[in-house]
């Protein structure tokens, strides 16, 4: 019958009898192994409240752009999907008339990473086993609804099943890290960490940097007047965050240049800006400045660095002008990394205190530019393969495109990145799958033997992120 | 015996057996639906006259860069080949002896599309059972003129023979479209549709610019003083190639550059280039500007709007003296599309009568630029592996690099692009092993489950190219 | 038992049965041709002396970045593994104990290039039958210690015994040969041959320049004044290069770009330089000119023109500035050929006198820009996987990617690049295995038939290089 959705033990191996089976148990190997999820953007809130998650279009839908991205592109408006809008202007509220709009469109997904980990989600998280279609959408909706009011779907229920060992959050410099102290004051065990993310207090052509700096002023409790209390404002923060358990900092940042500046120059950039004067070039001048200080502050504090440039955020002005951004067209863009991270790795990329874990989305400089550094510098790691590139094919140009220069020991294992929380198995899932066939392919070819894909195999799945992100 | 020409009916599949059981099965399912050619460069005198096609030679090599050039880069003088000169001096006249020329240095093709795509002409169209060689050259040199003489033979029967549902021209925006309207008072049922090529009187830099204008203003019947009056010719154009049943337009352009000019800037240059003044910043700049207005134009009257940049022209220059343009010296440069296009898709990009199908020649977009485009933007979808990339490896890594991000549903299906009437069914029968290939791939991999295979199967060959180009 | 050390017959075939058996059959039928090794950096005075090896440590690791740049870049000292410092300050002496450091850190290469070229020399060229790790660390530095001491292991009984033919060093510009002249006063019959390569004399950015210069007047008998003098005294060195048996030029360049200066702009240039006073723009003309007049004497002497761009040499100026130069950190930079080499190719890429044969550490060129120039310009060769890509996923890329293209007849065979002279077999072994393994996928495809593998397969393993380089 084919409305049956089934998820076959197999699946993602490659089909050849030889590499299949040698993957398949390499997996079997790993995929009981505790999730680390040393990077994401799951809210904290979540496990501090413990509240049941709302209906299935709240919980998988409307915060997903992943998802809406694709029906947008094939002409539905993000008003008929209920993306709320910036102006509080109607959009559509009945869930379910929205979830039959997903449903009818669901097959737009077949080939990719969403349509593979949503029918995870399906199967395994909510024991669904038919189709997601127009047909079933009713039906299906119904399921996971009954599911989601029962206390072993509550986020720390799903959390202590999903095995995770740790979870990091994305959290604001200015921020207070109120939710994740209430989760400590709970007595609740999960391990959920905040990561330092200072992007709103660096990038200086974000419209509110002055609110954010006022912001970060308060809670750090120094007055920001000049660059040198604006650095002393952040050294505070990333003490107050490695106090509350962090172990990263993360930048998203548009080009990947370092340079440091004089300390005068630093300084009359940074007064311009909080005069609201400014200008691109001061801008991107800041930020490979700040590049430069963050790599020496997580040298005196033992934070690992991760940077995530290359994404032109809201390429759609008109998306983004009626609701906000994160609503799926930022769109990447070629992205150099041997002359723009020389500084940086020149001036701290001999020093074992420094860890730097770095991301890209232009996939071409994996073999050309990234890889090599990795495979020199001691500091430089390589983050997993990222956001459109997290995926099956993704994973494994990754790995054929880095492994032969850097080796898997200067790369990070895996990170799921996700807002999603109730996809992190799904996606683990996938990345261990993918990972046991690439090394049963090298296995199958007689590049390793089998006690060294056993060992890469853990590492990849589990030891790589323990050991990169000290957890 | 090494010399005979066998086509095996599992060619391009995989050759694990669980994938190519599947290709087999998901290719048997398509393979006889009809030709749809929305896109190439057929001459319709082809099927106005009727006329039976000349000898060998003049059928495949001489206008068929793709073969010679390859000829070319091993030493054989362009002359030898019989390729007409620009000057009208001696070239090789004997067409036997070119064709033994070729049939010596065939074996260069070995591994390329064009070895492919001419092995199937021989076996399928002409009924050749031996391998093109020195040795078997003459035979069957005899055999095709032979059938050539045939009236099954002739353009129209082949035609119908090749089940072609429809076939696009390129014709330049001043052409009277004779041709055309030759084939449509003939009373043939074929049908062949004219798309309009504006690249001659917007590429300021071709120096018969001019001539070109003046041949638009005739055409038009509006005397071209003017950017509007200019603007009205073309638009005057449009309508009447539509009249003539075309669906689109098509721009080879070097860079994808969008901008908009006001309306003074846009008469200063164009007031430039009718004296004759006009730079390559102006030509540039009205590029830019003249996609921008070519967008609008489409949403006026629904033509879906082809861009093809990337092709450093005839790189040659001694070639180009001597031999002309289109000799095979175009070499592919690197493209930008995230920032080249976005004034395009900020003013345009939401409206849903717009189609705006983006071919390239840097397979380094695909994942990186185009698919996040045309996986967003509605307007947006993502024309085929083009020209050098449109091959076995280039439609595989095509398909791994867009599928993950775009789905398929935002490509448009398969393009032959060519000017070599003859080889169309096999280059659409390439295409469908291949994508047939692919899915099963996905199928055998537990991706996806055979019954999106087959619908996914019947829209890359059919149904995408039919839906996007409104056949 | 797992730590035994295995050399599968089958090893970097695929594993599926029918392209493994073909993949075998090819590769039989070439693994003993002689080695053809056009490109290297093997030192001639090993020959002209034909000492003993000295230790492991010494034969393997110090002298080979590919190996200690991956242990560094897991935080091991360079001193820790006796590569010997620029001011002669003490590094660790003890070989045996080095050795240890690199068995115990031996798990990194898994996976990479050097770890199956060193498995497969422990194997075939020592005999050893057991991983190296830190447990069998030292009975196989014994083993191998017992090896080197036997007169079957002098260079030239291994040269005979690895069945080469001839063997190309790399050699300044300014070099006497003396090294060269002494292996062919000895009657030794090995053919090694020098290849002439300029950077040192050529790039002015070079703070020995003027060294370079002196000692190039001094070989050629050339006082060099003026440009002029400095092309006689160049001219000279490559008839005397030639003399030697050289059939090929080297240049190491940042980038492609050619350019031809006026005589006045050369000269004024040249003087700048001569006087130390020559900057970076003077340097990058100076280059670009170089290269036009490179290939104009490769057309008057006959010389194969060889280009390798795209590294960033030093990138590490810390490890520079303590180790020189060579020591793994080189990073690629992206390429552009297409407008690079058009002053070149225009002016000299229809002369068949000229060989060029390019190569690039920039994969997004290959199917982009260099295929296509190769399969248009007579003169035009690609050169092989180069360097970080000289391994199994690189070599597949680059076939992938190269041959639809350009066939595989504007290729040029191997080329093994290397300063070990132990690992020549492992790199050829290698490489005839996976292009083995490529045409098998072909023909299991039905791309191609048997027969034209066969053909293939012999020119890819031995004629295209014997033909290329005129050996």
Not at 133 to 154: F, V, W
Not at 272 to 278: H, T
Not at 388 to 408: C, K, L, N, P, W
Request: proline content about 5%; hydrophobic content about 35%.
């Amino acid at each position: 019958m084919t409305d049956e959705l089934i998820l076959d033990e197999n699946r993602f191996f490659d089909s050849d009898p030889p590499t299949r089976a040698i993957a398949r148990e390499l997996y079997e190997g790993v995929k009981d192994l505790p999730i680390l999820s040393p990077h994401g953007h799951v809210e904290p809130r979540l496990f501090s409240e413990n509240k049941p998650f709302p209906d299935p279009t709240e919980l998988f839908l409307i915060p997903d752009h992943y998802l809406y991205r694709m029906l947008y592109s094939q002409g539905i408006p993000l008003e008929q999907l209920g993306i709320p809008k910036q102006d509080g202007t109607a959009v559509e509220k009945d869930h379910r008339k929205i979830w039959r709009t997903f449903a009818d469109h669901y097959y737009l997904f077949a080939g990719t990473p969403s349509g593979v980990w949503f029918n995870h989600e399906l199967y395994v998280l909510f024991g669904i086993r038919e189709k997601l279609t127009g047909d079933s959408a009713m039906r299906i909706y119904d399921q996971i609804s009954e599911k989601l009011a029962l206390p072993e779907y509550l986020p720390r229920a799903l959390f202590e099943k999903f095995n995770i060992e740790t979870l990091t959050t994305t959290d604001a410099a200015a921020d207070t890290l109120e939710q994740h102290q209430k989760i400590k004051d709970s007595g609740w065990k999960g391990n959920v960490i905040p990561c330092f993310r200072p992007d709103a207090v660096i990038n200086l052509m974000d419209k509110n940097w002055r609110q954010h700096i006022a912001k970060l002023s308060k809670v750090s409790g120094i007055d920001i007047q000049s660059f040198k209390s604006y650095i002393s404002a952040l050294e505070n923060r990333r003490a107050y965050f490695k106090r509350m358990g962090a172990v990263s900092t993360d930048q998203g940042i548009f080009s990947p240049r370092t340079h440091e500046l004089s300390a005068n120059e630093a300084e009359t950039i940074f007064q311009r800006a909080l005069q609201g004067k400014a200008d691109v070039t001061d801008a991107d001048q800041f930020t490979a400045h700040m590049l430069m200080e963050m790599a020496r502050m997580s040298i005196d504090d033992g934070l690992v660095m991760q940077i995530h440039p290359g994404a032109f955020r809201n390429h759609n002005q008109l998306v983004f002008d009626a609701f906000g951004p994160d609503k799926g067209s930022d769109i990447p863009v070629q992205t150099e990394y041997t002359h723009n991270l020389y500084e940086l790795l020149n001036k701290y990329g001999n020093d074992q205190r420094l860890t730097l874990v770095v991301f890209t989305l232009d996939e071409s400089t994996y073999a050309r530019e990234l890889a090599p550094l990795a495979g020199h510098y001691p500091c430089m790691k390589l983050g997993a393969a990222w956001w459109f590139h997290d995926s099956i094919e993704g994973m494994q140009r990754y790995r054929q495109s880095v492994t032969e220069t850097a080796g898997i020991y200067n790369t990070v294992g895996f990170t799921d990145d996700t807002r999603a929380f109730p996809s992190i198995p799904a996606r683990h899932d996938l990345s261990r799958r993918i990972d046991s066939n690439y090394l049963a392919g090298l296995v199958a070819r007689h590049i390793i033997d089998r006690s060294d894909a056993e060992r890469m195999s853990r590492a990849l799945a589990y030891e790589l992120a323990k050991n990169t992100y000290k957890l």
